[in-house]
């Protein structure tokens, strides 16, 4: 079965109706690769999540991470410590540029870094840490610039999860030296693909537009006559009109976007915080700056739970892997004791604009019967 009204998918795509009115204008106007409404809404993503920070809208989150991880400064053989357990988007960039990846474990509470294992992994030799927010659950960025110190060590979140997220009242996009969001077709905001960089230092600014774009300066080559030279290699990163359009519509419904999320994730919380079935994965010291992109948890009989909700039309699914599967990475990292007890374990569980509470109630009971 995956069909019919009581079926419940994992994900949908949220594209609000005045998306597709700002696309159908856009594809009829003199602008659709990138122009104006781009800047647009880099300035807006800047203002609403950013504090005004530069930045860039770029082709999709992986872009934004590659750019972030170039304008970091990190190069061949560089260490970098990085998350085992995310999407391989935030790491493959780092084998495209030759760095050296040192994987830290998980936190089984939240499926984000595990802070005792990244202290001992911390050297003279780390150029930067690249952290992932799972499932809309911020880290705590003040603990993680504590204990990097005086050390000159930049910090790349890996938002696109947790997009409209906040920790001690400081919002993400405002934490980290480099932030980066994706708007790829399952999360908060949709541009069908798309991503966005902020960072904190603006003298990076003329650099990043360059690099988004070949290593051309695009404002010096509109002039129509040679006055661009390329001195770095940049790629074609940019976003265009039509996927901003999606966005500028998709960020004004941001703020009932993330409420409906917020109050699913309430209500899967009412149900299942005190269970002793499953253990709720988030943290329970900040449940209101979750940006609530899924909601999961840890089950024991994982496969069995997921047989009993598909048969009842409700899809999960573990979503991300262990990077260290990957053949990509080497082999796998021993000593990863927590990633390691809770491979087994851990489920994503659907949360998305087209539910409803009645839904929410409806997973629990299967998750919580005999
Ligand atoms: C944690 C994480 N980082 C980065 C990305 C990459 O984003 P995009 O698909 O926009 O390239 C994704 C997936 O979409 C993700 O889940």
Redesign the pocket.
Known sequence: MNSGVNYIPLFTPNVPQSAIEAVSRTLNSRWIGQGPQVDEFEELLSKTFCGGDPGIAVG??????HLAYLLAGIGPGDEVIVPIF??T??NIPLLYIGAKLIFVDVDPVTMNIDFDHLSGLISEKTKAIAV?D?GGCPVDYVKLYELIGERNIKVIQ?A??SIGGSYGGVSVGSMADFT?F???A??HITTG???YLSFKNRDLLPMARRLRWFGIDRVSKSKGHWDNDIKEIGYKYQMTDISAAMGIAGLNEFPQTLELRKTLFRQYLSHLSSSNKVSVIADSNNYDGHAAWVFSIHVEQREKLQQKLIEQGIESSQ??YRNDRYSIFGSKVPNLKNMDKVEETYLVLPLHTKMANSDVDRICDVILSD
Do not use: E, M, N, R
Not at 60 to 65: E, F, K, W, Y
């Open positions: 999709s989150g992986t872009d934004a991470l995310t999407c988007a935030t992932v799972f890996d696109a999860h980066i994706s708007f790829q399952i999360k693909d798309g991503g979503v991300h």
